[in-house]
């Protein structure tokens, strides 16, 4: 079942080409971790096999690689300091601000299976139901189309729904469907979900107000990095927020933002 050392370079290079995202070669054990579960799928013996095909140029089977590869991990409320500022500092001042077009558009970027999109339209349903009565657009994205699908089904396991989500907002917002949880459409009716890669040029109906892009840029070279958020500038609302992970900046990265200390998190608006 080991991965050899010339499939590991195939598909590392294989994912630079088409996701910009670059492999390190100590973890050449994530490839043959997340390629194990696509054997069955594929008919395929082996993972030197299921790597053969894609090298005989079966685009459905490099897509599956691709998008084995790329996903990451998520949870409900991850990391609940961006959750904090969004309710007690962004949303209440967007309130006032977009009180007049009544219109408030937020972009969950790499949303993964769904639970970031899904945890700020549970928040505005529980801290804001006026704002989400408005035409509220919470346009959730991601490279791969397996996991996007995944995401708008909406239902999840125990084990997800054990991982920050408050038992309360179990309880009123999911229904239990055997041994899942499914959202109930007050939830699901507030996020809208497409396939996009964030190398490709990308416009929305509305310039985000709010941008969520967290924990992806560490997958990224400083180049690749400074074009995304280069683009990410371009479409943001203005003085709009955009939400970085944890260990990633803008700072010697890409110019025209400016970063605000919110208590233990922090977020960047571009600068005039």
């Known amino acids: 079942m080991a991965v050899s050392a010339a499939d590991a ?16 070669e100590a973890k050449d054990y994530l490839i043959e971790m997340r390629l194990a579960p696509l054997l069955a799928e594929n008919g395929a013996e082996s993972i030197a096999a299921l790597i053969g095909k894609a090298r005989q140029g079966d685009r459905g089977v490099d897509t599956q690689i691709i998008e084995a590869i790329t996903t990451h991990e998520t949870s409900f409320y991850r990391d609940i300091a961006p959750f904090e500022t969004l309710q007690k500092v962004l949303l209440p001042a967007l309130k006032v601000s977009r009180n007049a077009t009544r219109q408030l ?3 969950c970027a790499a949303c993964s299976s769904g639970q970031e999109p899904y945890s700020i339209a549970m928040l505005l349903l ?8 408005w035409p ?6 991601d490279l791969s189309e397996r996991v996007i699908a995944r995401a708008q089904m909406a239902r999840f396991t125990q084990m997800d729904v054990n991982r920050g989500l408050p038992a309360a907002q179990l309880v009123k917002y999911f229904e239990r469907h055997g041994t899942h949880w499914q959202l109930k459409p007050m939830v699901r009716q507030l996020v809208q979900f497409k396939a996009l890669n964030l190398l490709d040029t990308h416009s929305f109906p509305i310039r985000p107000d709010i941008i969520f892009l967290r924990n992806v840029l560490i997958y990224f070279d400083v180049p690749t990095k400074r074009k995304i958020l280069d683009r990410v500038r371009e479409i943001i609302a203005p003085g709009g927020a955009l939400f970085l992970g944890a260990a990633e900046t803008t700072l010697n990265v890409a110019e025209g933002w400016e970063r605000i200390a919110d208590g233990r998190h922090s977020y960047y608006v571009g600068k005039p």
Do not use: N, Y
């Open 9 to 24: 370079a195939f598909v590392r290079e294989l994912v630079l080409r088409r996701s910009a995202i670059k492999l390190d």
């Open 105 to 107: 558009s937020i972009w």
């Open 126 to 133: 529980e801290h804001f139901p006026d704002i989400a009565s």
């Open 136 to 141: 509220v657009r919470i346009i959730a994205t």
